[in-house]
């Protein structure tokens, strides 16, 4: 099988001083081979326009975006969306890990996110890469992951095109544009599996941004800190699937293949093509 072509999305707004720390993270990647980075920048902020410049030989693609979304909400759901759509769409490559500029990456972050799209890439049920963890760091962890069934994250995550053209045909994109776009997404993700390296593969620092508290003591950061792995080039390059009780919420489930007709309706019922359907047919009848 050929190599997946595969690109990264910073996604950045008015965090220079940060960004600029992202941009080292991510040059001292492991493997950057074959990999396009874009950049989606919110206008706004003059330091961080100075950072792009640095960074500006590094960058295949410059996305501008002005911010004029009703909401918060909506601005960052568009900025997201309008990566995805230039990654997959314009590019077209296989896989894209997107990051937010209050975010570390781990040096192995794009060696493992590869890895598990060469490996399950053609797996229908795959959905995509989450790169968190709060499981203490050891030398087990380190190597492997497991699959859940959750959500997206969206300090560092990665999709396969594969799921990005369901959801286009699905019209979850549609909905993902006005607002939360990982809320859209959540029921359909949850339709198949995730990877989660057991030990996580970022840091965040967006202590005081739009989704999290300000308190950088908080356990959300600390139990990050405690698990991140940030490897030599030494490292191994093959990873294993072991459970090493990764689920620390209700809503965090262990994949288990019985479950997925479940998933499956509880999609179908909340989807958007659904309820344009139940709301014609409410139309007729009233």
């Not at 997946?4 to 990647?29: C, D, M, Y």
């Not at 995730?194 to 908080?218: E, K, M, V």
């Amino acid at each position: 099988m050929k190599s997946l072509k595969g690109a990264a999305i910073i996604l950045t707004h008015s965090r220079s001083t940060l960004l600029e720390e992202l941009f080292i993270s991510i040059v001292n990647q492991i493997d950057l081979s074959d990999l396009s980075l874009i950049v989606v920048r919110q206008h706004g902020s003059e330091e961080v326009d100075a950072v792009l410049k640095k960074w500006k030989d590094k960058i295949n693609v410059l996305i501008e975006t002005d911010g004029s979304g009703n909401t918060v909400a909506e601005n960052i759901s568009r900025n997201r969306l309008a990566g995805y759509a230039v990654a997959f769409e314009s590019l077209g490559v296989d896989w894209a890990l997107t990051v937010e500029d209050d975010v570390l990456l781990g040096a192995d972050a794009f060696q493992f996110s590869r890895f598990i799209m060469e490996k399950y890439f053609f797996n229908r049920k795959f959905r995509g890469i989450n790169l968190g963890s709060k499981l203490p760091k050891t030398e087990v962890g380190e190597k492997t992951y497991c699959k859940t069934r959750f959500g997206i994250y969206g300090q560092a995550s990665a999709l396969p095109v594969t799921t990005w053209n369901r959801m286009k045909k699905l019209n979850i994109l549609k909905q993902a544009r006005s607002g939360h776009w990982d809320a859209a997404m959540e029921f359909y993700m949850k339709t198949g599996f995730s990877i989660a390296p057991n030990n996580s593969r970022y840091l965040d620092r967006g202590w005081g941004g739009t989704h999290l508290t300000s308190d950088q003591s908080d356990p959300y950061f600390k139990y990050l800190e405690k698990s991140f792995v940030n490897i030599s080039s030494t490292h191994t390059k093959k990873y294993f699937e072991k459970d090493l009780g990764y689920f620390w919420r209700n809503d965090l489930r262990q994949y288990k293949v019985l479950e997925n007709p479940m998933f499956w309706i509880r999609f179908k019922i909340t989807s958007p093509n659904f309820l344009n359907f139940y709301r014609k047919i409410r139309s007729i009848f009233n």
